[in-house]
């Protein structure tokens, strides 16, 4: 599976803040620094630079979309698509593509941990990652990454799905053995009291035959 991952940079975009330059300014320089730390793999300051940022402009689209891409390389899966999806609102379609992209990827990561624990969730983070490429590659139809992890996560979910099958007949295969061993455990119950319900006639027969002896003397 392609690994690229969209990253969106800062540079002069947060100056068209004039209401907020002052912030703007700061939040800029943060961002700089954040994505030169990025480069360099330095991930965890990276975050923490882009925070900063993001605690100047909460709303930026951009920001939320960087806090994302360094979350995601921390491997915090589930908190970098909840930034990733606040920059789906954007007007920027290729931010937006980009973000979509990268919850897809998001998704799929999360499901490849738990495939082998938690079967059911993982091939429900595998069709919701289906479903972010799918509106990638409609936002930008030559996004050739998008398309490739599109088919790669398709056929991963196609093996889950029949994993899922198997596990289920041999799950109905175990049950219909228990059926049987527990209608032979029945059979055998009713067998053992009707020989201690003839044993116990017999008994009684041989008293009653004793008594009638008895009788006669």
């Given at each position: ?72 390389k ?12 606040k ?40 069709r ?30 196609e ?48 008293k ?10």
């Open positions: 599976m392609k690994k690229a991952l969209y990253i969106a940079f800062i540079f002069g975009i947060l100056l068209l803040f004039s209401a907020q330059f002052g912030y703007a300014a700061s939040a800029r320089r943060a961002v700089k620094q954040g994505n030169r730390l990025y480069e360099e793999e330095k991930f965890e300051e990276a975050l923490k630079e882009y925070q900063k940022a993001q605690g100047k402009l909460p709303d930026s689209d951009i920001v939320n979309f960087d806090v994302g891409t360094a979350l995601y921390k491997s915090d899966y589930r908190k970098a698509v909840d930034s990733f999806t920059t789906l609102i954007t007007e920027d379609k290729d931010l937006e593509a980009g973000a979509n992209y990268n919850i897809g990827n998001a998704k799929y990561r999360q499901g490849s941990l738990i495939e082998n624990s938690d079967l059911e969730d993982a091939i429900r983070l595998y919701e990652s289906l479903d972010y490429y799918k509106r990638a590659i409609e936002l930008n139809e030559e996004d050739e990454d998008a398309k490739f992890n599109y088919e790669f996560v398709e056929k991963k979910l093996a889950l799905l029949k994993k899922q099958e198997q596990q289920e007949n041999q799950k109905e295969k175990q049950e219909d053995k228990k059926d049987e061993q527990k209608e032979k455990d029945e059979q055998k119950k009713k067998k053992e009291q009707k020989k201690e319900e003839e044993k116990k006639k017999k008994k009684e027969e041989q009653k035959q004793e008594e009638q002896k008895k009788e006669e003397e």
